[in-house]
């Protein structure tokens, strides 16, 4: 069983920062590829990024190129999303997911989410 918790969201302003984690509890988290996905209201879930198991290969959104930075460190068993540049179209509930099979594309399935966690960017 995966849990994950996300935290780290707010309001921020354009062209401001944030920085989102997920909190892992599964003892194996080096072993699972990591993403981030949002859902805008009124708007289907998107992918954001993914990184692989050991950080050294990451793929993301068009949409983000640029301007967000996915990491992870294992040893805290945390994932992170430096989101900088934020843009209003940024504004969505941000969700963590994990899949314990490799391969970063954002149409592969992933098992385990976390519960969600809010950014606001204002204009």
């Known amino acids: 069983q995966v849990q994950l918790v996300e935290s780290g969201g707010g309001t921020v302003q354009a062209g401001g920062s944030l920085r989102l984690s997920c909190a892992a509890s599964?003892?194996?988290?080096?072993?699972?590829?990591m993403g981030w996905f949002r859902q805008a209201p009124g708007k289907e879930r998107e992918f954001v990024a993914a990184?692989?198991?050991?950080?050294?290969?990451?793929n993301y959104a068009d949409s983000v190129k640029g301007r967000f930075t996915i990491s992870r460190d294992n040893a805290k068993v945390t994932m992170y999303l430096q989101m900088n540049s934020l843009k209003p179209e940024d504004t969505a509930v941000y969700y963590c997911?994990?899949?314990?099979?490799?391969?970063?594309?954002?149409?592969?399935?992933?098992?385990?989410w976390g519960q969600g966690t809010q950014v606001t960017v204002s204009s």
């Open positions: 990184i692989n198991w050991n950080g050294h290969s990451t």
């Open positions: 997911a994990a899949r314990a099979l490799p391969g970063l594309s954002g149409s592969y399935a992933y098992p385990y």
């Open positions: 599964v003892r194996t988290f080096s072993s699972y590829t």
